[in-house]
């Protein structure tokens, strides 16, 4: 299966990603970006963006990339740093791109970036390849 095939299958079956309003940008081998704009329901009591979001729409563009290369591939490890607050009607960025690809664990850099182009989040992921591929 094409990365874009991939990509659908699981999204088609994620409302998590839909319920962020996850939209896809690109998405190839080891690679995927996605975007989604700020509602007002994520925002915490300082009236920014809830940490989950940015580390969820970082998640799902991780789940995206380490799986378009062909085999079912699950998170074993991630970490976020926030480094800029996000506000409603802010528009995010996550690009996901693969590190390392090795026989059983792979590696990914997550940048969320907001609409002028500057960063908000650095996310890393490990994640687990099984033997089950897609079909």
């Not at 999204?11 to 690679?31: C, I, M, Q, R, T």
């Not at 970006?33 to 809830?50: D, I, K, Q, Y």
């Not at 789940?63 to 976020?80: L, P």
């Not at 997550?110 to 002028?116: E, L, M, P, S, Y």
């Amino acid at each position: 299966m094409s990365p874009l095939e991939i990509f659908h299958k699981m999204y088609d079956n994620d409302p998590f990603s839909k319920w962020l309003g996850a939209e896809l940008l690109s998405v190839a081998e080891g690679s995927c970006s996605l975007c989604m704009t700020v509602r007002a329901e994520m925002l915490n009591g300082f009236g920014v963006a809830h940490g989950g979001i940015t580390f969820s729409l970082a998640d799902s563009a991780f789940a995206f990339a380490c799986n378009s290369q062909g085999r079912h591939t699950v998170s074993i490890h991630c970490t976020v740093e926030h480094i800029a607050p996000v506000f409603e009607g802010d528009v995010l960025a996550a690009e996901a791109r693969e590190e390392n690809l090795g026989k059983s664990i792979s590696n990914y850099a997550i940048t969320v970036t907001k609409q002028d182009g500057s960063p908000v989040a650095f996310f890393r992921g490990v994640a687990y390849r099984k033997q089950q591929v897609w079909e």
